[in-house]
């Protein structure tokens, strides 16, 4: 089944503590992308790949990292969360062409609470 | 600055009308916008796209029109359903650059 998986769900951790949220898809697409949903300021942009080793900040990249080393993987990186980092965070994953990069498949979500 | 707004209120409609729901934007050059729906606690699941040379696009009851003078996109569910109930989100990207943008979504119930 064709799908972007995200890892985990839902997690809880205390300012300053690194974490990692992984993101996988299973549909050989180029382009990879991190958003933050947040009440009243809908889906925004965190950071986006066009391919292997091609990352791109979006509109809120402050405070993550992303590396994309293998096509299939585009994790997102806190270093130090904050509580403002606080939200719900998807992952998505589109071709890579101008052309076809249009329809963009959504993981399921990754809800963080920072304290 | 640029802006995407869709209906900010929620939209509650009669089963069997046709639900429409507004997008505008502002200081965007799309190449194309997209429609979303996203149901709660789950991610948001693609439904239709259509260019910026195209007025409207149709997917079963589902219709979507783009007047870029207007800088509006509106989109209809005919013969509305109880399943149709979710959030539905714009989307669209400029024809530069490779970042897509999103309007903050409209609540949408079917009341039975």
């Known amino acids: 089944e064709a799908q972007v998986t995200q890892n985990p769900r839902y997690l809880i951790t205390v300012t300053g503590k690194k974490l990692t949220v992984t993101c996988s898809q299973n549909?050989?697409?180029?382009?990879m992308s991190w958003y933050r949903q947040d009440p009243g300021l809908g889906l925004r942009q965190i950071y986006y790949s066009m391919n292997v080793e091609v990352t791109d900040k979006g509109d809120v990249p402050e405070g993550y990292k992303v590396s994309r080393k293998e096509k299939r993987n585009f994790p997102l990186i806190l270093e130090s969360p904050s509580p403002n980092q606080t939200s719900l965070y998807f992952c998505?994953?589109?071709?890579?062409?101008?052309?076809?990069?249009?329809?963009?498949?959504f993981g399921p979500g990754t809800r963080l609470l920072v304290l | 600055s640029q802006k995407i707004e869709q209906n900010s209120e929620a939209l509650n409609i009669q089963e069997g009308k046709t639900a429409t729901l507004t997008c505008n934007y502002t200081?965007?050059?799309?190449?194309?916008l997209q429609w979303y729906r996203q149901d709660p606690g789950r991610g948001p699941v693609f439904l239709l796209l259509?260019?910026?040379?195209?007025k409207e696009k149709r997917k079963e009851r589902l219709k979507v029109t783009f007047d870029t003078t207007l800088k509006q996109s509106l989109f209809h569910i005919t013969a509305s359903q109880p399943a149709d109930s979710a959030t539905y989100l714009c989307a669209l990207m400029p024809r530069t650059g490779n970042q897509f943008y999103f309007g903050t979504g409209t609540s949408l119930t079917v009341i039975p």
């Open positions: 259509i260019r910026e040379n195209e």
């Open positions: 549909m050989n697409h180029e382009y």
């Open positions: 998505a994953s589109s071709t890579g062409t101008s052309g076809g990069r249009k329809t963009q498949y």
């Open positions: 200081n965007y050059s799309p190449a194309y």
